[in-house]
């Protein structure tokens, strides 16, 4: 149980740490230095999307965000955690800098917690969607 408490407490601290504004450095900080970090889709139309290497990677990610989209909306439904593993479901809504567009869509969030550490992130959203907005 203790194990469950504590990976729940860290993905909610994570999302509090971004919430809260903290700097893409100071994010970074919640992941181990060899993290696992994946968000599928079309790499080649999306920067901030596919595999990103260690916490450098997790700082590159918020900040290309930050710089290429608006956030509209960023609902949190569900946070279940089961001994190291964590899944978080939710709503975004972003504008695209760079065209205006909208894109809205659910995501998950798969993780893994050890000792405190974020080690494995991987994202699921519609990704078509967001390279859509991108395209002009």
């Known amino acids: 149980m203790s194990n469950q408490r504590s990976t729940r407490e860290t993905i909610e601290n994570l999302f509090a740490t ?3 504004g903290a700097s ?7 992941f181990s230095v ?8 079309d790499v080649a139309s999306v920067p901030w999307i596919g595999r990103k290497v260690g916490r450098a990677g997790v700082a590159e990610f918020y900040q290309q965000i930050r ?3 608006i956030s509209e ?3 949190l439904h569900a ?4 001994g190291e ?5 939710g709503q975004l809504a972003s504008r695209a800098r760079s065209t205006g567009k909208l894109m809205e869509t659910a995501f998950a969030f798969d993780l893994t917690v050890r000792d405190g550490l974020i080690v494995r992130c991987h ?3 519609d990704s078509y969607a967001v390279a859509q907005a991108l395209q002009p």
């Open 18 to 20: 971004v919430g809260g």
């Open 24 to 30: 893409p450095e100071q994010i970074a900080t919640l």
């Open 34 to 41: 060899d993290i696992d970090w994946n968000i599928a889709g």
């Open 67 to 69: 710089d290429q989209l």
């Open 73 to 75: 909306r960023f609902e």
């Open 79 to 82: 946070i279940l955690a089961e």
């Open 85 to 89: 593993r964590g899944v978080v479901l």
């Open 123 to 125: 994202m699921l959203e």
